[in-house]
């Protein structure tokens, strides 16, 4: 994806030192979805599509308003549609978009081998870059929100860019430029934390939601895109979003320490190989061999 | 609508009901939550189904398909009950105090006084009030004492309509009605006028026979509560196409001419006969003053008749009244199709139009254009209109034996023409065509001009038995053959014919100048205009319709530089209402108008709806397009078919007998039809199931079915049924279910759901499913074989409101079964 005037942050599978990496997020972006004023109404699906050109796919009809099961490589937003029973007998038609997230500590960028393959930019953007995508699918498992898909013809992976092109020429993102009821907000981290909040206190107060509260899940360090929700502490009930969601520790350990007791290994390895040869030196191939 | 969709951002409390805005008007549907987002206004929405409307709202409250005015009518009793009622405005701006005259009777068996069994028509004649012919004006009780007045009347009607009815008719349990209601009144708790409420309305409310009556039951309870006129009020229709207005105004109607002009019919036998006619005459009390604004008809008439016929309309031939065709019957949509099926109607133009699906009885609207000699279909796609000889089930024998011939028109879409919107706000909004017209299409008008000008000159050569209509039809026109939008724009404003003086303003329009608004408009062939409520669209001053302006001084959402609405660029209708009697505002947070004491006039950010200089002393009634003046909780004589108050009547199909009466279950005078296709079904005969059609936010009536993207989003047609309905049937979701009426059948996949609940009418359990309309046989996925092929109008019946003649599109009966 085209990255403009965007800083890189952090790159995936890079040995050497990253440009700005550690420094001070000043312009952090954020995309803030309110989903009690979303109406299911798939305005942002079809802007997703069309500002990025995504093919036409099938769909099958599915027991559900939503378009399809999850997001797919061509297909990288989704609304879930959920009915929800509540306890006192009325219920609720939870619709809540989908799409990458935008961790701070991004699992699919923790869990990719490939060089550039997944890059940050400084404004937090969590993007792919599929020329370098070797395809080993690494960021399935880093992602605890299923985003990351394959394209079995190309063997790349992909997954919504928050529209680094636009965003990168002060422009919002596609969705939220379609969003017809302003349950989209698009800005920086802090103003759309602010609008979120003030958004979940009026539903405490005024609308009845004790449990309203703002998704922006610590466990990966905060995400670039967060949500208002009727209720947060049941997030599981929007579609499968998780309540706590972590970069999986396998990921984790395999990054950090287990790459590191690999680079030994590997290195341990190297320095046995070359102290046998100068102790032993090279092997001779015997004339009757 | 009463106001606008912006201005729904003003209100304290929305009731959405006969309307699913968030799917089908989802772009509006940024009001109603801006007014939840900065107001924390309430929103209750009352549907058969639990809707992505009522996914936002603070209540949802489930009723039966064809119920809304048991609901309504409820509403009323609990607000008249518990005394949140405006007292002021119901007084001073409604005929609540007027008086009944002796000798009408409410329909407490159900029926009104004056019904003819035999003619199956009301003599309206004691739908009066008491005192019209006497000098002194009509009777009168600010009181609200007499038991004849207005109020007394409505009292009792809707005494009867009490929770425990309400329950029984529409299914709502009475703790959840009573608190529908309470939330709903409360903005006039005490009688306190601060606050106010809107009602908003779509289909749901039209689709039924007795739809005009239901919309007067939402307009009876905000008059009661003071919410007409005013910012944040009305009663607002949320219409469903893009220029669904423009097409009213314009007179896409067979009893109405542009403007809202009542069609002639054989008794006008002259244009005096006509106006005598159709002009209303004031009745008020005495004391009070009505504006009685359709006493213009005749200015209106005149100039329209020269805009229709140009030199060719003088003073010495009745302004060519004679030429205008005179209705001598009913000519509405359902009636052309069933002309058609009994062979007298012989050709068909379906522009832009898709007759088979959209209409009601599909089956027999496809066995009509059978018998039809010919049809012609101008549309961007072929559709199951111009291809009803191949409508599912027809065998290639019977194909043989149809001798219709089809023509087909190449069309032009929307994006590739301009012209205007008018939208629900009643804006004219001018659009720019974005794209190149494609292949061999051509414009509307460009296909009408030439249509018009052969059979013009058809008549010219070979005469005919009227020629005189088409031949002197005024079509001065730069490009006969294709004339612009902008030109016809301006043509429908109006413009002086000769030089035109305003004493008072001392002011003078010269001939051939664009006229500024419709108080221009003369009876002496002076001027002319298109249609008067458009005059001031298009003046000496540039195309107001294309303005952009985006000031909006007020804040309330009045944008007066953006595009035009009709009437003279008014926003909110009516809007003397939004003051007390003595002219000053209601609510001062919310000022629209107030009377100016040392200007001696209505002054504010909108454009009163009013006569400027009518003092409040004068007391006249802001209703100004109302003989009386005043808002109508009791429509007087000819007003409506089927009473002066609402009433609930049972669908022409229903699981039970009317609660209220039995004897008379339904509308004594919804239209029906008798030919052999015209079947009814019954409980009795297995029909146990309350069916409702609706339309889905993926898709654009049966258009986007030809578009990949919307086929993406909502591939296939389905049956949305209660959980427990399908647990009955064995049917899990995703199979197919049939579903069957009196008059067809219908086949898809089920989408079982516990959005709708299965209720419990009058004592009897009943479930209710709904069907989009989308599909038929033609489009992506049924010419790949995908769908099943019928359209959902194969199950709906042909019986319609005897005011508008909608088709029961909602709440007929069906049976279901697993396929």
């Known amino acids: 994806m085209s990255s403009g005037n965007l800083r890189v942050q952090k790159i995936s599978g890079h040995a050497g030192p990253v440009a700005g990496e550690g420094t001070q997020r000043q312009e952090q972006v954020c995309k803030l979805i309110d989903t009690t004023t979303c109406i299911g109404c798939k305005a942002c699906e079809v802007a997703c599509m069309e500002w990025n050109d995504l093919p036409f796919g099938e769909t099958v009809f599915d027991n559900t308003y939503q378009t399809m099961p999850e997001t797919r490589w061509n297909y990288w937003n989704l609304i879930k549609f959920n009915e929800h029973p509540r306890e006192d007998g009325s219920m609720q038609w939870l619709m809540r978009k989908d799409q990458c997230m935008h961790c701070a500590d991004p699992g699919c960028l923790a869990a990719c081998p490939a060089d550039n393959a997944i890059v940050q930019y400084q404004n937090g953007i969590v993007d792919f870059q599929q020329e370098y995508c070797i395809g080993c699918q690494y960021c399935v498992t880093g992602c605890p929100f299923n985003i990351p898909k394959f394209n079995p013809q190309t063997k790349k992976m992909f997954k919504c860019t928050l529209c680094t092109d636009r965003v990168s020429q002060g422009l919002e993102p596609a969705c939220i430029k379609a969003c017809p009821t302003g349950c989209l907000h698009f800005g920086t981290k802090d103003d759309m934390k602010e609008l979120a909040g003030a958004r979940a206190q009026q539903l405490r107060e005024h609308s009845g939601y004790a449990n309203a509260g703002v998704y922006d899940p610590v466990g990966v360090g905060g995400t670039s895109v967060i949500y208002v929700l009727h209720d947060i502490t049941n997030p599981e009930a929007y579609g499968g979003l998780p309540s706590d969601p972590r970069v999986p520790w396998a990921v984790r350990i395999w990054k950090q320490p287990l790459k590191w007791l690999g680079n030994l290994a590997m290195i341990g390895g190297l320095i046995g190989v070359t102290m046998h040869y100068l102790r032993f030196g090279p092997k001779k191939v015997k004339d009757d061999e | ?819």
């Not at chain 2, 919804?670 to 409980?683: E, I, P, Q, R, Y």
């Open chain 2, 1 to 819: 609508m009463t106001n606008g969709w912006i201005d729904i951002k003003n209100t304290d409390m929305m009731l959405i009901i006969g309307g699913n805005p968030a799917e089908n008007h989802p772009c509006g549907f940024k009001w109603p939550i801006e007014a939840k987002r900065q107001r924390n206004a309430k929103m209750i929405v009352v549907d058969p189904r639990f809707t992505r409307t009522a996914a936002t709202a603070d209540l949802f409250v489930q009723i039966r398909a064809g119920a809304d005015i048991a609901f309504l009518g409820g509403m009323i009793r609990y607000a008249v009950e518990n005394n949140r009622v405006a007292k002021d405005y119901l007084i001073h701006y409604t005929n609540a105090a007027f008086v009944v005259q002796e000798g009408f009777k409410l329909p407490e068996d159900g029926l009104f006084s004056g019904f003819d069994a035999a003619k199956g028509t009301y003599d309206r004649s004691s739908w009066s009030y008491e005192g019209v012919d006497r000098p002194g004006g009509l009777a009168y009780d600010l009181a609200l004492e007499n038991p004849r007045s207005v109020y007394q009347l409505l009292k009792q009607q809707y005494s009867r309509y009490t929770p425990e009815m309400v329950e029984r008719i529409t299914g709502i349990p009475k703790e959840q009605f009573l608190k529908a209601a309470d939330l709903f009144t409360s903005i006039r708790k005490d009688g306190d006028m601060k606050k106010v409420a809107t009602i908003l309305y779509a289909v749901g409310f039209t689709h039924h026979s007795s739809a005009t009556q239901t919309i007067r039951t939402a307009a009876i309870l905000q008059l009661l509560l003071g919410n007409v006129g005013r910012a944040g009020g009305g009663v607002n229709a949320l219409r469903g196409h893009s220029n669904i207005q423009g097409a009213t105004d314009m007179a896409g109607v067979f009893d109405i001419l542009p403007g809202y002009l009542k069609m002639p019919n054989p008794a006008d036998t002259d244009f005096k006969a006509y106006l005598e006619r159709i002009t209303p005459k004031v009745a008020k009390p005495g004391p009070w003053e009505s504006y009685n604004y359709w006493s213009n008809t005749n200015k209106f008439a005149v100039s329209l008749l020269k805009a229709m016929y140009g030199d060719a309309a003088k003073k010495e031939n009745d302004w060519a009244f004679h030429y205008l065709p005179k209705i001598d019957r009913n000519y509405s949509w359902t009636e052309i199709w069933d002309g058609m099926y009994a062979g007298h109607v012989k050709g068909l133009l379906a522009f832009g139009m898709n007759g088979v699906a959209i209409g009601p009885n599909a089956q027999k609207n496809i066995n009509a254009l059978k018998k039809a000699d010919w049809l012609v279909v101008c549309e961007i796609y072929p559709d199951e209109t111009s291809e009803f000889w191949k409508s599912p089930g027809i065998t290639t024998e019977e194909m043989k034996q149809i001798n219709t011939t089809v023509y087909r028109l190449p069309g032009a879409g929307f994006a590739e023409k301009d012209g205007t919107f008018v939208n629900s706000a009643r804006w004219l909004q001018w659009k720019s065509a974005a794209l190149p017209l494609p292949g061999m299409a051509k414009l509307d008008q460009e296909i009408l001009a030439r249509i018009f000008l052969k059979v013009r000159e058809l008549y010219k050569k070979e005469g005919g038995k009227f020629p005189d209509p088409v031949l002197n039809a005024s079509w001065s026109y730069t490009d006969p053959h294709n004339p612009s939008l902008s030109e016809i724009a301006r043509e429908i404003n109006g413009r002086a014919l000769a030089d035109v003086t305003d004493p008072k303003l001392n002011q003078t329009i010269k001939a051939g100048q664009q006229l500024p608004g419709f108080a221009w408009l003369r009876d002496d062939g002076s001027t002319m205009s298109g249609n008067w409520l458009y005059c001031g669209s298009w003046t000496e001053a540039g195309a107001m319709m294309q303005r952009r302006g985006t000031e909006d001084p007020s804040g309330l959402g009045i944008y007066p530089n953006w595009g035009w609405s009709w009437p003279s660029n008014r926003r909110v209708l009516y809007n003397r209402a939004s003051c007390d009697p003595a002219g000053v505002p209601w609510d001062p947070d919310r000022k629209q108008i107030w009377w100016n004491e040392a200007q001696q006039k209505w002054v504010g950010p909108d454009v009163p709806d009013f006569k400027a200089d009518s003092p409040p002393k004068d007391h006249m009634g802001p209703f100004i397009m109302n003989y009386e003046g005043v808002g109508r909780l009791f429509v007087p004589l000819a007003g409506l078919a089927d009473g002066p108050f609402p009433e609930h009547y049972e669908p022409a199909e229903s699981p039970v007998a009317n609660p209220l009466h039995p004897g008379q279950s339904t509308n004594p005078i919804a239209k029906k039809f008798h030919s052999d296709m015209d079947k009814l079904g019954t409980v009795a005969e297995g029909y146990n199931i309350v069916c409702t059609t609706y339309r889905l936010t993926e898709h654009y009536h049966y258009w986007t079915k030809n578009n990949p993207m919307n086929v993406q989003l909502m591939p296939e047609p389905f049956v949305e049924l209660p959980a427990e309905l399908a647990d009955d049937l064995g049917l899990r979701g995703g199979e197919h279910i049939k579903v069957t009426s009196a008059r067809g059948h219908y086949i898809a996949k089920a989408m079982v759901t516990r959005r709708i609940k299965p209720m419990t009418i009058d004592g009897k359990k009943v479930y209710q499913i709904g069907i989009p309309i989308h599909w038929g046989y033609r489009g992506i996925a049924e010419d790949e074989g995908k769908t099943a092929l019928t359209p959902a109008n194969m199950l709906s019946p042909a019986v319609t409101d005897p005011n508008a003649y909608t088709p029961e599109f909602k709440g007929f009966l069906v049976k279901v079964e697993k396929v």
